[in-house]
């Protein structure tokens, strides 16, 4: 289920896409976590809430499309513009419900047959 999650290229079965969306999404929110903590430091306590808000969605949706362009790239998939339509879907899901939403464009680009 969790293997080999950072070979993009690798055609995964939807036991292992749903591996690969949980691993991605815990790191996604680690790095969310972090980013948030580093950056919302200087905020003020009423603001720091909202503050980490934007930080995390932001990071949600540059891990989303990063991945989504990482496994395009892999698995040769640019050709067609569905995909890249999918991996822009990945991006604008991740804006609206973050990592929990913008990872499953990408799980399922890693299922596509070439």
Known sequence: MFKDLTK??????????????????????????????????????????????????????????????????ARKLGGEFKYILIGLLAGILAYFGGGLLGLIPVAYLTTVKK
């Open 8 to 73: 993009f290229g690798t055609h995964r079965t939807t036991n292992q896409a749903i591996g690969f969306y949980i691993a991605y999404l815990i790191a996604t929110m680690l790095v969310a976590m972090i980013a948030a903590g580093l950056f919302g430091a200087g905020a003020s306590n009423s603001d720091a809430f909202a503050t980490g808000v934007r930080i995390g969605s932001a990071v949600a949706i540059l891990v989303s499309v990063g991945l989504a362009y990482m496994v395009i790239q």
